[in-house]
């Protein structure tokens, strides 16, 4: 098995990008500091939005970083991104099997040592396997896959993540999923609402049947977040959900990336 992460073919991580594409970039970060930042995604068999994550973080000025599912190393990143898609196909449960990954052991071990680490959609479902984040995602309510443009509510902006955020903005980041319905005991649940650690809730329309419009968790200490909409996939205009400019226009998931960089700059 490989340790080091293969070859992908058709991404060059060198090619200059168009930087207005990125309507959310935040000028305001030292872009020389920011380039010294590495910030790792991982890809796992049966991981589909890697090099959207990839893309995303590039569109920073950061340094992305592939990660590899057999590495037993993260390469010396400052953040990791774990993106959405079917590791290991689904088998048993959603992100059940990743949870075991080599790369997993690092990945524990750094964000309980406060490394800033994002799960998207099945990257969502891995840290709750792994036990980052409480609780489970399972089958939607309707029990159909769905795929939308989704509206958000941000309910905290005091995590790694979100810091670019205000509370209460109304967001729309696209979602795609089957299993997307978060659920927990009671006093989990509890737990999250009364400590503040519900990040994100689905507005207008609860698509899985989430308990409380839960679309996103954070740990105790901030590092950490879940949520299963896909923001890689709202960071350039032309690409994302409609927005105010017009259609395909939205890049509001721009500021989750920015809010990574943000945060590793003034610690």
Known sequence: MPTTSPA???LDLSAPLNANYALNADTS???AKVEELRIGVVTFPGTLDDRDALRAVRLTGATAVPLWHADDSL????AVILPGGFSYGDYLRCGAIARFAPVMDAI?????GGMPV???CNGFQ??????????ALVRNDHQHFICRDQQLRVENTDTAFTCRFEAGQIITIPLK??????VADEATITGLEESGRVVFRYHGFNPNGSINDIAGITNERGNVVGLMPHPEHAVEAGFGPDG???????TDGAFFFTSVIATLLSS
Request: aromatic share 2%.
């Open 118 to 120: 994002l799960g998207i």
């Open 29 to 31: 970060l030292d872009r």
């Open 244 to 250: 105010p400019l017009g259609p395909r226009s939205g």
């Open 126 to 135: 891995v840290l709750c396997e792994s036990h980052l984040l409480p609780g």
């Open 108 to 112: 524990v071990d750094a964000a309980n």
């Open 8 to 10: 992908m073919p058709g």
């Open 177 to 182: 999923n089957g299993e997307g319905q978060y």
């Open 75 to 78: 390469a010396d990143v400052d």
